[in-house]
């Protein structure tokens, strides 16, 4: 083992693992709130690169909370020592997101109806305990998407 490191790091499957159990966790607490699921890992194409490369994008988990339809990401971790789980919902990831979501409501004619960005977090623990239970937590209207759009400063600026 290189110096670099270290036993507890967490190898890419073991990642893409606990990723998945936590999704599993935020399932089942947002069918516990009354939320109905309607898609988990929604991915679609959203634009390219200036070289052409396609950029996908994808979206953990599309429910309805009432009449709202609500995209939601979710963040799992361990520990939360370091920083709290939502803040890698950075505006970059938002506004992917963002952009997979008009992309979705666009495809079933869902343009007028109300929609929100939550982000849940799973907080599981180090396995440090055999009957620790998994922190989850949603932070509703995390993000609205008007942040992302695109200001028209000048309008009739040479009128």
């Known amino acids: 083992m290189k110096s670099s490191q270290s036993k507890t790091s967490i190898t890419n499957p073991d990642h893409l693992r606990l990723g998945k ?10 069918d516990q709130l009354g939320y109905s699921l309607v898609a ?32 939601i990401e979710v963040k799992t971790r361990t520990s939360d020592w370091f920083a709290p789980p939502q803040v890698n919902v950075d505006r970059r990831k938002q506004r992917q997101i963002a952009r997979a979501a008009h992309a979705y409501r ?20 180090d396995g440090s305990s055999e009957s620790q239970s998994p922190e989850v937590d949603l932070l509703k209207n995390y993000w609205r998407e008007d942040q992302f759009k695109k200001r028209h400063r000048y309008v009739g600026f040479y009128d």
């Open 21 to 30: 159990l936590g999704e599993a966790y935020a399932a089942a607490y947002l």
């Open 40 to 71: 988990a890992n929604f991915t679609i194409p959203v634009g390219r690169t200036l070289r052409g490369a396609i950029i996908n994008s994808e979206i953990d988990l599309i429910a309805y909370d009432g009449p709202t339809l609500c995209f």
């Open 106 to 125: 666009r495809m079933l004619q869902l343009e007028g109806e109300p929609h929100r960005y939550d982000v849940v977090t799973v907080l599981l623990g």
